[in-house]
């Protein structure tokens, strides 16, 4: 597969790499001075308007790609990636027509009828293909009196694993004569259509800094950084946090205690919400905005979201104790996020700070290029080897038994409404592997930062050895066995730390004590200062196997003791030779010897002959040793 694709951030810094032409592409670069438009920028490669089989990067925010599609002089079909940016855009243009959901095919038709001189139409992807029925009936050919414009195009990539209809329209968009891709931040696409139709890459680079500053803030004790944050902004007039969890919106609510709050999020989870008693939720944006402003994902892009007279403060969250798709891609998603607001100051921001709090995760799996080639490859061995088994049998009953696995597997997820491999479906599983590699570390997460181009970054890195989300973790682990894994992997954390002097003999103790506190964590304590990590793992932190490691390390250990240079001492001054001495008093001697000096060992009546060279008595009544010669 040729792929038109975007290096990770860590391997390829240079922001004029963001794209790697891996499909022959003709990329063309054009200027853009400050206070210009996209059409500014355009004009000077030649085009009066967004031109034909064009991937459109725009490189910032609010440019008016759509705006001057709007009020250019074509038919245009304007495809956004969610209904809020749609709303958004209508204002009161007269001769704009909205296509989503709870549009109806008679308003289309009335539409397209209409005697306007240049019809434009804004729709979701998943609604396209009513525009599509009402001009087929109305016999209209839209791909030949339309230009068809996709917006933020890295949605095709970024959103399909769980909207699965996001690239319906992708078929109808490579039949249109006139079309083109746009965004900010466009992401990797292998569509092979993009070379059939001969695409070209248009880039715009300002020749002004546009960086803007952001804090990053890297932690293990969330909830205690956040508050700390927003005890800091307590006099901002808003605060807007972009956090992609419905419930973790509702638990900030609830836990923050906050009542001059809304939520910006779909319908389903506004009803989600108002059953919790969280009331001021909302599918579209409200005005004013409230003191706190939540904001999921269907707001993070294309949407313009008005300041008012008071600049934002900008919050974004990732918690991965709540879900992993609360990670944000540095390269898209924080980008497009601080390009939401449109009212400019005099500065040219339009915001009062932007932050970024986040946890990482060293245990996360990130799969290579490879290893999802790979994983691809055997989804679609296993469908083709079970499509071969329904096609096998003329047993009604075995066929539909077949059909039942075969809709279940993996590889459902890779094709489309016409049962055709998705090239954004295989974009989608190289992309999420790229941004979880972001959050294997707080120093990966930084390096993708810089890598953007787009920021000027504050980077401060607050984990603490031991942080509040590691004992809630810990606490909300159900599973002994990972309870067990946590606990080890939070005293390598320790001594590590110590080792490496970050934190003191005192503050170690501390934490001992803490982990002492945890279910099993003497256990699990004891047996790493015995056994060690590898053991443990080795054991699959299963209790009764790391058990009886420490009960060979215990007898191992004890061994080597009881032979020691200071026990044997003490054993051959306690005992006379020559003379015969009660077994029994031998054995209660001897084990003395091995409790005071911490030998884990019982002795028994004949113990004293791993020392000594023994004779027995004779008698019945009062069995002896005479000690002969020690032999040690």
């Known amino acids: 597969m040729k792929i038109f694709r975007k290096p990770t951030a860590l391997n390829n810094p240079a922001k004029d790499n963001y794209f790697i032409n891996i499909i022959p592409m003709k990329i063309v670069k054009t200027l853009l001075k400050k206070g210009e438009w996209l059409l500014d920028a355009l004009k000077r490669v030649g085009c009066a308007m967004i031109p034909t089989n064009t991937i459109l990067n725009k490189t910032l925010t609010g440019l008016g790609a759509t705006h001057s599609e709007i009020h250019s002089k074509r038919n245009s079909i304007i495809i956004e990636p969610n209904v809020p940016v749609i709303l958004g855009k209508l204002n009161d243009k007269e001769n704009l027509e909205a296509v989503y959901e709870r549009c109806t095919p008679h308003t289309i038709n009335k539409y397209l009828k ?39 195009c890295e949605k095709l990539t970024q959103d399909i694993d769980y909207r699965r209809k996001i690239s319906q329209p992708i078929y109808d968009f490579f039949q249109f004569e006139q079309k083109a891709l746009v965004s900010a931040t466009p992401l990797e696409m292998s569509h092979p259509e993009f070379e059939r139709q001969g695409f070209q890459l248009i880039k715009i680079e300002p020749d002004y800094d546009y960086k803007k500053d952001l804090e990053l803030i890297v932690t ?8 700390i944050v927003l005890d800091n902004l307590k006099d901002s007039k808003h605060i807007c946090i972009f956090f992609n969890v419905t419930d ?131 989804f679609i061995a296993n469908y083709n080897l079970l499509k071969e088994q329904r096609d096998g049998t003329e047993d009604e009953f075995k066929q539909k038994a077949i059909l039942e696995d075969m809709e279940s597997l993996k590889y459902q997820d890779l094709i489309d409404e016409r049962g055709d491999i998705n090239p954004f479906s295989i974009d989608n599983l190289y992309n999420e592997e790229r941004v979880r590699a972001y959050y294997q570390s707080a120093d990966a ?18 984990t603490e050895c031991v942080g509040d989300d590691d004992i809630e973790r810990l606490n909300n682990t159900k599973v002994a066995i990972k309870q067990r894994e946590q606990l080890v992997n939070l005293i390598v954390r320790m001594e590590e730390w110590f080792s490496m002097g970050k934190i003191t003999f005192e503050e170690k103790q501390e934490l001992l004590n803490l982990i002492r506190k945890q ?47 200071k026990v044997l001492n003490e054993i051959k001054a306690e005992f006379p030779l020559g003379i015969y001495l009660p077994k029994e008093d031998i054995k209660q001697r001897l084990q003395l010897i091995y409790h005071e000096n911490g030998v884990d060992y019982k002795a028994t009546q004949v113990t004293i002959e791993d020392y000594y060279d023994c004779t027995p008595s004779n008698s019945k009544e009062k069995p002896s040793f005479m000690l002969n010669f020690f032999k040690l």
């Open 519 to 565: 279910p099993e964590g003497d256990d699990i304590l004891s047996a790493y200062y015995k056994i060690g990590k590898d053991a443990i793992v080795s054991a699959e932190y299963k209790k009764q196997l790391i058990e009886k490691k420490v009960k060979e390390y215990d007898k191992a250990q004890a061994q080597k003791l009881r032979f020691s240079p």
């Open 248 to 378: 973790g919106i509702g638990d900030l609510i609830d836990n923050l205690k906050v009542t001059d709050y809304k939520v910006f999020c779909s319908q389903k989870s506004v009803e989600k919400l108002k059953k919790r008693g969280i009331i001021n939720a909302y599918e579209q944006i409200d005005y004013p905005l409230a003191k706190y402003n939540f904001f999921t994902c269907r707001f993070y892009s294309a949407l313009d979201i008005l300041n008012g007279k008071h600049k934002p403060d900008i919050l974004i969250l990732t918690d991965l104790r709540t879900a992993q798709w609360t990670m944000i891609d540095p390269f898209t998603e924080a980008i497009q996020i601080q390009g939401r607001f449109r009212k400019k100051g005099k500065d040219d921001v339009t915001y009062n700070s932007l932050t970024h709090i986040t946890t990482i995760d060293p245990n996360i799996r990130v799969r290579s290029k490879g290893e999802i080639r790979n994983r691809i490859d055997q």
């Open 114 to 152: 209409m005697d306007i001189p240049y019809k434009k139409i804004m729709t979701t992807p998943e609604s396209f293909k009513k525009i599509r029925k009402a001009a087929m009936e109305l016999n209209i050919n839209i791909y030949k009196e339309y230009f068809c414009l996709f917006d933020e």
């Open 220 to 227: 293990n004790s969330y909830y205690k950084r956040l508050r």
């Open 445 to 462: 997460l930084y390096q993708a930062y810089l890598a953007t181009g787009f920021f000027n970054v504050t980077y401060n890195n607050v």
